[in-house]
């Protein structure tokens, strides 16, 4: 049994940053893909970033050069910088295992003056 729990959102200004954390309970972590996701209100739910067991990353065109993904094997943990946030990036974030139907309960980020 794998549980996923984010935290780390929050309310912040824009050009502001936050850091979110995934912490994974059991042994699948260290083998699989890690994503973050997020979901605005009427929105469909929309991939950020993933990073491989191998530290390879991949982000969607809207977060690129203001969001790190990475990744603590060793704490069964991963992590999502978010840097120059903008009122756009707004939205429930998720982390998932790929490839399994291991997802979090979703950390509120919200971005406003």
């Known amino acids: 049994q794998v549980q996923l729990v984010e935290s780390g959102g929050g309310l912040v200004q824009p050009g502001g940053s936050l850091r979110l954390s995934c912490a994974a309970s059991?042994?699948?972590?260290?083998?699989?893909?890690m994503g973050w996701y997020r979901q605005a209100p009427g929105k469909q739910r929309e991939l950020v970033a993933t990073?491989?067991?191998?530290?390879?990353?991949n982000y969607a065109d809207s977060v690129k050069g203001r969001f790190t993904i990475s990744r603590d094997n060793a704490k069964n943990t991963g992590y999502l910088q978010m840097n120059n946030l903008e009122p756009e990036d707004t939205a429930v974030y998720y982390c998932?295992?790929?490839?399994?139907?291991?997802w979090g309960q979703g950390t509120q980020v919200t971005v406003s003056s």
């Open positions: 990073i491989t067991t191998r530290g390879s990353t």
């Open positions: 059991g042994n699948l972590f260290r083998f699989n893909t």
């Open positions: 998932r295992l790929e490839r399994t139907t291991y």
